[in-house]
Antibody, heavy 116, light 111 residues
Framework: QVQLVESGGGVVQPGRSVRLSCAASGFAFSSYGMNWVRQAPGKGLEWVAVISYDGSNRFYGDSVKGRFTISRDNSKNTLYLQMNSLRPEDTALYYC?????????WGQGTLVTVSS | VVMTQSPLSLPVTLGQPASISCRSSQSLVYSDGNTYLNWFQQRPGQSPRRLIYNVSNRDSGVPDRFSGSGSGTDFTLKISRVEAEDVGIYYCMQSTHWPLTFGGGTKVEIK
């Protein structure tokens, strides 16, 4: 069965960096685009970034463009989100979701809190 | 593309129907002829779960009391008879245009 397990979240100071990981299993990871979606506490869903199956194409939401980088390692079945220059408004539960357009499976999320 | 859901809150009596509207600021018909409009359910304390894809296709394991309909810019999620396990927040999402965008959510609760 499809499993997506995020990790790497925690409390980080404004302006610092953190890298999230999403370990995938139960499907042919290297054949699917992948997304990051976030949810601020008590708020709705916000799409963050997408990467194509082979990593050749990447797109970002305006709120994170230039600060976040999505990447993947198909040999390790793992998706990443490098988050730099973090701001308090980046505080959220970060989910990885399978498939470029479908978002048919989601992980349980990893919480990033940006606070001094 | 702005996705606008209504209502924000939907109190429903058990066994009664429920309907959620989702409108997009532009057509969601893609050049391949598909309309990439999805519905997600987020139960309290859980991750979102996809219920419906491409307007009206139910995901595996989704009860048939859930149905999706619509076209162009106007879409609806219906629950024919609400059960206690349906409590949560429902989101529509379009993936026809980039960036992907979600509706603001509709909270379904039991009266």
């Amino acid at each position: 069965q499809v499993q997506l397990v995020e990790s790497g979240g925690g409390v980080v100071q404004p302006g610092r960096s953190v890298r999230l990981s999403c370990a995938a299993s139960g499907f042919a990871f290297s054949s699917y685009g992948m997304n990051w979606v976030r949810q601020a506490p008590g708020k709705g869903l916000e799409w963050v970034a997408v990467i194509s199956y082979d990593g050749s194409n990447r797109f970002y939401g305006d709120s994170v463009k230039g600060r976040f980088t999505i990447s993947r390692d198909n040999s390790k079945n793992t998706l990443y989100l490098q988050m730099n220059s973090l701001r308090p408004e980046d505080t959220a539960l970060y989910y990885c979701a399978k498939s470029r357009r479908d978002l048919d499976y989601w992980g349980q999320g990893t919480l990033v809190t940006v606070s001094s | 593309v702005v996705m606008t859901q209504s209502p924000l809150s939907l109190p429903v009596t058990l066994g009664q129907p429920a309907s959620i509207s989702c409108r997009s600021s532009q057509s969601l018909v893609y050049s391949d002829g598909n309309t990439y409009l999805n519905w997600f359910q987020q139960r309290p304390g859980q991750s979102p779960r996809r219920l419906i894809y491409n307007v009206s296709n139910r995901d595996s394991g989704v009860p048939d009391r859930f149905s999706g309909s619509g076209s162009g810019t106007d879409f609806t999620l219906k629950i024919s008879r609400v059960e206690a396990e349906d409590v949560g927040i429902y989101y529509c999402m379009q993936s026809t245009h980039w960036p992907l965008t979600f509706g603001g959510g509709t909270k379904v609760e039991i009266k």
